[in-house]
């Protein structure tokens, strides 16, 4: 049974928050859109809210979204389709990303876009991407990106990401480019709040923790906004708060407790990203 893209509109989240400037370029893209399709790249520390942003975005619009993995893309053209056996005859089954592209409106998330097998796997969205906004295929003739089409990339950098690769400059210059960060710690506390149910208090004390850990290098550990949620969701099911550290970050006790005793908890939450102004998105 095929899907129908048009039904495929993600559901909003009402407690996702992003800076004011963010909210502001996503209306300008979204203008934008009206002209003709747009290419936005997300970057940002891991965890941090890309993907949950493009669904956002797609929720917010009522618009349907279909998001591709690039991790699994080996050749050229592994997107559209593939040649297939049947009775000892071959056919070729398209996908649903010449679908999705040729869909009006539609919200394409390309995931993880700097992790392909192989760099040459990309090269059929060079066209796809470009003024041009369409490609040929032998199997499927001229595809043409449908009108009003928004693509987003997401990706993360650094050596700490095995497998990924630098971004292809060509390929990045065809992006606008948005960056998102950490939550400052009041807008973080509200979030793990809201979203486990766990007590404000509760919330601060892994947002004191989480920040001063972010803050010292030393520590060499990624506390993301999405680990500082999966510890929110253990403390509220009753797990004690050293359990839930320890389990969400891979670390032993005797590591944590060091941690813990350096940072003398009971400190207050502070926004870490000075003046910025975070709104509801």
Known sequence: MSLDIKKMIPEKDHHFYLPKDAISNLGSVSKLSQKHPVNILITGKEGCGKSSLVRQYAAKKGLPMA????GILSEPGQLFGEHRLKDGETYYQPFLFPEAIQTPGCVIHLEEI????????LNMLFSLLSDDRQVWTDEMGLIKVADGV????????????????MLDAALRDRFYILQVGYLPGPVEKQVLSA??????????????????????????????????????????????I????????????????SILLSLHLGMGAKGELGEVEYELY
């Open 195 to 240: 979203k486990t149910g766990i007590s404000e208090e509760q919330a601060l004390t892994i947002v004191n923790i989480a920040n001063k850990i972010r803050g010292n290098p030393k520590f060499n550990i990624s506390l993301s906004t999405r680990h500082a949620l999966m510890i929110a969701e253990l403390l509220a099911v009753g797990t004690p």
């Open 67 to 70: 998001t591709f993995q690039i």
């Open 114 to 121: 700097n992790r392909p097998e192989h760099p040459k796997a």
């Open 150 to 165: 928004v693509f987003f990339a997401t990706l993360n950098e650094g050596e700490e990401f095995v497998g990924t690769e």
């Open 242 to 257: 050293q359990d839930a550290f320890a389990l969400s970050l891979q670390v032993n006790q005797d590591v944590l407790e």
